[in-house]
C-alpha cells in the first residue's frame, strides 16, 4: 500500500511538471537600478532603494539589482573600520527584506559585511523574506581614486563557500540562522544567475567567463564607476564584449552623483544580451533613482552559445560553482504574460563629447553637493576670464538642469530647490532667474585691473543672470601694506618700480590673499544682506595645468569650499566655453576666450594688460597638459619624460632636443617647488586622469630637492650624445650625398629615432641609455597628443585628431623660449628662497 502511495505520488509530479513545463515562459524581466546615494545616510539611502525595487516591481521585474555598496554608500572611505557601519547596515537590510514591496521577486543589495572578524564588500540576495547568499568581492580596486583594500579584503577561496552566522537581531527577524557566503551562484527553476563585483570586470581575469563556462546564465555586477573625461564608452565596451564573448546576459549597475567625496559615479547603467546593449541608463542627470528594465529570452542565450563550439568544448569540462537552489522562476509564464516582448539591441550609442560632459558633470556634482551642504548657494569671484568664466557658466548649466527636472516632475528636485532657497512654494521659470538666486559673483578690482577684463565679467553675469558685484579691494591691500610699513619701515615696490622679484611676488600674493578673505565674507553674509537663511559656498576656480605648474597663490582664490574645475584643463575649457556659447547662447564667451588669459596682478602699461599667464609661467597650457599626461598616466620622470619628447621631436624635426630639455627641466624644477600647494588643493570635481591632486590620486611628496641633480645629469649626458650623433649624421650626409640622404628619407628616420633608445645609434652598440623600441615612445607621444587635442585650434579640424606636435610650441609671451630660466624666482609664486 505504501508502495503504491509513491507510485500515485510520484505519478502526480509528473504530470505537474509537465504542465510546468507547457507553460513556464522564457521571457526574463529585470531591473538594474541607478542610484544617487550618500556615504552614511543610511535612512536615505534605504528609502533610494526601497524605491528603485517599487519601480522595478511596477514594471513587471522579477529580478532587481542595484550598485555596489548602496546600503551604506561607497565613499564611507575610513567608517568601514568601526563596527557601527556593519550594524547600520544590517538594521536596513531587515527592513528592505521585510519590506512587502520586495516580496516576490529576487533582489541583491550591496553592502559591507564582516563574516570571521575580516571584512568584505559584498552582494546580498534575498527572496521572500530570506537571505539566500552572500557573494563577497574577490578583486579589489586601488587604481586611481580607490582604496579598496585598505578598508576590505578580498575573498580568495573559489567555488567555496561557509556558513555565515547571521548576527542575532537579524536572525530573530528574519527566522534564520545562517546564511551560505562565498564564490557561489544562484540556481533558480529555469535559469542561473552569479555575480562579479566592479572591478572583476575590469580585470584580465574576469570571473564572468568562468561562471559562464559553468552556465551561469546571467552575470551581475554591482559597479562604483566614476566619471573621468572620454571614459564612458569604456565600460559600455567592457559589458558589450563580456556578454559577446562569453553569451549571456550581462546586468551592470552604477551609483550616480557625488555621495561625498570628489568623483562623479558614472551612472551608464546598462543590460548587454550576446554582445548587444539592449537597455542603458542616463550618465548625468539630478533625479537620485532611475531603473532600466529589460527582457530577454533565455533561449536566445542557449541557442547563442550552442552555436560557439569552441566554448562549448571548454564548457564540457569546466569546474563547476556551488549552486544555490530556489523554487523560483524568473522567466514568466507564457499564459500569465503572453505580451512580454524581450528588448531589442539599442544600436549605436551616442556618448557625449568632451565640452558636453564638463557641461553635465561638474553641475550634477554641484547640484549635489549644494542641496547636502545645507547651504544657500554659492559666491564666486569673477574675473572676466577663461577659468573663472567657466566655473559661473557650470553653475548656469546646473540651474538649467534644476529647471528642466522640475518641469519634468521630479518632486525631489523641486523640494531640494525650495529649500536651498528657503521659498516653500517656489517654481523657477526659468535658469537666469534661478541663477540670479543661488550664484552671486563678484569683480574684486584693483588697479591693476583692466576695462576689458571687468566688462567681461559684468556681460557674463548678466547673460547668466547671477547676482553681480563690482567692488574696488585697493583699500584693503593698502592698508595690509601700511600694517607691514608700520612694522618694518620699508615697503615692497612692483618689478616695475624697481622691486626686486621678492617684492614683486609678495605684492601679486597680497592682492590674491585678500580677494580670498573677501570672498568668504561676503559668502558668509550675502544671504544676510538679502534676508536670507544660511550662507553661501565659495567656488574656485584654479585649473588642472595650473596645479600641476603651482601657478597659483597659496591660499588665495584657489582656496575655497569645492572647485569644479580643478579636475579640467585649459585647454578642455576653452572647448566647453565654445560648446556653451552656441548651446547656452552667450556672446560674451567669443571675448573671453580670444583674450589671453592673465592673472592681473603687476601695473597695466599704458592702460593695457602686461602679464600673461603663460609668459609667468614659461609654458603653454597645451605643454602643461601633456607634460601632465606623462608624468601621471606614462609614469614618466624627467629623463623618461625627455626620452620620449625629444624622439619624437627629432622625428618630426620641429624642435632642437636642448629646448625640449630646458623646457623638461623647467617643468620639473617649478613642479618640485610648488607641489607643497597640492597638500591644500580646494576639493575639486575629479575629472581629468592627470590631476596632481594630492589628497588621494595622486600620491607623491611635497619636498622635492628642486634641481633633480641625478635626473637633469642624465639629461644632459643624453643631449651630449645626441650632439655627436647628429654630427656624425650630417658628415655621412655630406660624405653619401643626396641619394643616400633620400633612402634616409624613405627610411623614416629611424636612425635619429634610435638615438634615445637601446643601442645609441640605431645599430646595437654605442653607449645610450637603453629603453623602449623607438616606434613604441614615439607612438606613445603622438597618440596622447592626438587623443586628447583632436579638434584644438590650430591642431586638426572637426572630427579630425590633432597632433599637437608633442606640445612644443612657442609661448605667447615676447620673450619666447630664452626667457625661460631668465628668473625662476619671479615666475614661481610663494617659495621665493627655494635655490634652483
Request: glycine fraction near 10%; proline fraction near 4%; hydrophobic fraction near 40%.
Amino acid at each position: 500500500m505504501e508502495h503504491r502511495e509513491d507510485s500515485s505520488s510520484n505519478r502526480i509530479n509528473a504530470q505537474l511538471t509537465k504542465k510546468a513545463r507547457r507553460t513556464m515562459g522564457h521571457n526574463v524581466q529585470v531591473a538594474v537600478a541607478t542610484l544617487n546615494q550618500w556615504a552614511m545616510d543610511f535612512q536615505g539611502n534605504l528609502e533610494r532603494i526601497l524605491l528603485s525595487i517599487n519601480i522595478a516591481a511596477a514594471n513587471g521585474a522579477t529580478y532587481r539589482t542595484g550598485p555596489e555598496l548602496e546600503v551604506s554608500g561607497y565613499s564611507c572611505e575610513d567608517h568601514f573600520h568601526e563596527p557601527d557601519t556593519y550594524l547600520h547596515c544590517w538594521e536596513a537590510l531587515v527592513e528592505i527584506v521585510q519590506a512587502p514591496v520586495a516580496q516576490g521577486m529576487l533582489i541583491d543589495v550591496g553592502m559591507p559585511v564582516q563574516h570571521r572578524n575580516v571584512a568584505y564588500n559584498c552582494r546580498v540576495a534575498f527572496y521572500n523574506g530570506r537571505i539566500v547568499l552572500i557573494r563577497p568581492k574577490m578583486i579589489m580596486c586601488d587604481d586611481g581614486n580607490y582604496r579598496e583594500t585598505r578598508w576590505f579584503s578580498p575573498w580568495t577561496k573559489e567555488r567555496q563557500t561557509e556558513d555565515y552566522q547571521l548576527p542575532r537581531f537579524v536572525a530573530l527577524a528574519l527566522g534564520q540562522d545562517v546564511v551560505p557566503i562565498g564564490d557561489a551562484v544562484i540556481a533558480t527553476l529555469d535559469t542561473c544567475l552569479g555575480y562579479e563585483i566592479c572591478e572583476e570586470l575590469w580585470n584580465p581575469r574576469s570571473k564572468h567567463i568562468d561562471m559562464s563556462l559553468a552556465g551561469v546564465e546571467i552575470i551581475v555586477n554591482g559597479s562604483g564607476s566614476y566619471m573621468q573625461l572620454r571614459k564612458a564608452h569604456i565600460t559600455t565596451d567592457l559589458i558589450r564584449n563580456a556578454s559577446y564573448k562569453a553569451g549571456g546576459a550581462y546586468l551592470f549597475s552604477n551609483l550616480r552623483g557625488c555621495d561625498g567625496q570628489r568623483v562623479y559615479f558614472n551612472g551608464c547603467s546598462a543590460v548587454a544580451l550576446n554582445g548587444a546593449i539592449i537597455a542603458r541608463g542616463r550618465q548625468f542627470a539630478l533625479s537620485e533613482v532611475d531603473v532600466t528594465v529589460a527582457s530577454f529570452d533565455l533561449q536566445d542565450i542557449r541557442a547563442y552559445r550552442g552555436a560557439l563550439r569552441s566554448r562549448s568544448s571548454l564548457a564540457a569540462s569546466a569546474p563547476t560553482y556551488p549552486r544555490i537552489q530556489l523554487q523560483l522562476e524568473l522567466a514568466s509564464s507564457d499564459r500569465d504574460h503572453p505580451g512580454t516582448p524581450a528588448s531589442s539591441p539599442l544600436g549605436e550609442w551616442v556618448y557625449h563629447r568632451p565640452e558636453e560632459e564638463i557641461a553635465l558633470g561638474p553641475a550634477c556634482w554641484l547640484w549635489d553637493y549644494l542641496r547636502r551642504s545645507g547651504q544657500g548657494g554659492f559666491f564666486l569671484p569673477l574675473s572676466g576670464g577663461v577659468d573663472s568664466s567657466s566655473t559661473a557658466i557650470i553653475v548656469y548649466s546646473m540651474c538649467r538642469l534644476v529647471v528642466d527636472a522640475i518641469e519634468q516632475g521630479d518632486r525631489q528636485v523641486r523640494d531640494d530647490c525650495r529649500k536651498i532657497l528657503a521659498e516653500p512654494e517656489y517654481v523657477p521659470t526659468s535658469a537666469s532667474e534661478l541663477c540670479g538666486k543661488l550664484l552671486f559673483t563678484c569683480y574684486m578690482g584693483t588697479e591693476n585691473s583692466s576695462r576689458e577684463t571687468r566688462a567681461r565679467a559684468a556681460t557674463l553675469a548678466g547673460q547668466i543672470g547671477s547676482s553681480h558685484l563690482d567692488i574696488g579691494i585697493d583699500g584693503a591691500v593698502s592698508a595690509l601694506l601700511g600694517i607691514f610699513q608700520l612694522a618694518t619701515g620699508m615697503r615692497p615696490r612692483f618689478r616695475a618700480a624697481g622691486g626686486c622679484p621678492r617684492q614683486n611676488l609678495a605684492l601679486q600674493n597680497i592682492q590674491a590673499r585678500t580677494r580670498m578673505v573677501l570672498s568668504y565674507l561676503f559668502a558668509q553674509l550675502m544671504l544676510w544682506v538679502r534676508q536670507r537663511p544660511g550662507g553661501l559656498l565659495v567656488l574656485g576656480s584654479a585649473n588642472v595645468d595650473e596645479a600641476l605648474r603651482g601657478y597659483m597663490t597659496k591660499y588665495d582664490c584657489s582656496s575655497a569650499d569645492v572647485n569644479p574645475i580643478g579636475g579640467i584643463s585649459k585647454v578642455d575649457l576653452r572647448r566647453f566655453l565654445a560648446y556653451a556659447q552656441i548651446e547656452y547662447g552667450l556672446p560674451v564667451v567669443t571675448e573671453i576666450v580670444a583674450a589671453p588669459p592673465t592673472a592681473e596682478l603687476e601695473p597695466l602699461v599704458d592702460g593695457a594688460i602686461a602679464q600673461t599667464d603663460e609668459e609667468d609661467m614659461g609654458l603653454t597650457y597645451q605643454e602643461l597638459s601633456e607634460f601632465g599626461r606623462l608624468r601621471k598616466q606614462a609614469f614618466c620622470g624627467p629623463f623618461s619624460m625627455f626620452c620620449k619628447l625629444a624622439a619624437a621631436a627629432v622625428a618630426d624635426g620641429n624642435r632642437d632636443p636642448k629646448d625640449v630639455a630646458d623646457r623638461v627641466k623647467h617643468f620639473f624644477r617649478c613642479y618640485a617647488i610648488n607641489r607643497h600647494k597640492m597638500t591644500v588643493l580646494t576639493p575639486s570635481y575629479h575629472a581629468e586622469s592627470y590631476s596632481p591632486d594630492d589628497n588621494r590620486f595622486d600620491h607623491r611628496p611635497f619636498l622635492y630637492r628642486a634641481n633633480w641633480t641625478w635626473q637633469f645629469r642624465a639629461i644632459d649626458a643624453e643631449l651630449e650624445l645626441l650632439a655627436k650623433h647628429q654630427a656624425r649624421t650630417e658628415e655621412d650626409r655630406v660624405r653619401d650625398g643626396a641619394a643616400q640622404h633620400q633612402h634616409n628619407s624613405n627610411a623614416g628616420g629611424n636612425a635619429n629615432d634610435a638615438l634615445f633608445f637601446s643601442g645609441g645609434v640605431g645599430t646595437g652598440g654605442g653607449s645610450g641609455i637603453g629603453m623602449s623600441s623607438t616606434v613604441s615612445a614615439h607612438q606613445l607621444v603622438r597618440q596622447s597628443s592626438g587623443l586628447y587635442l583632436a579638434g584644438v585650434d590650430g591642431v586638426g579640424g572637426e572630427g579630425t585628431v590633432g597632433q599637437l606636435t608633442v606640445g612644443l610650441t612657442k609661448s605667447h609671451s615676447s620673450g619666447g623660449y630664452s626667457r625661460m630660466h631668465s628668473s625662476v624666482l619671479g615666475k614661481i609664486k610663494d617659495r621665493t628662497g627655494v635655490p634652483v
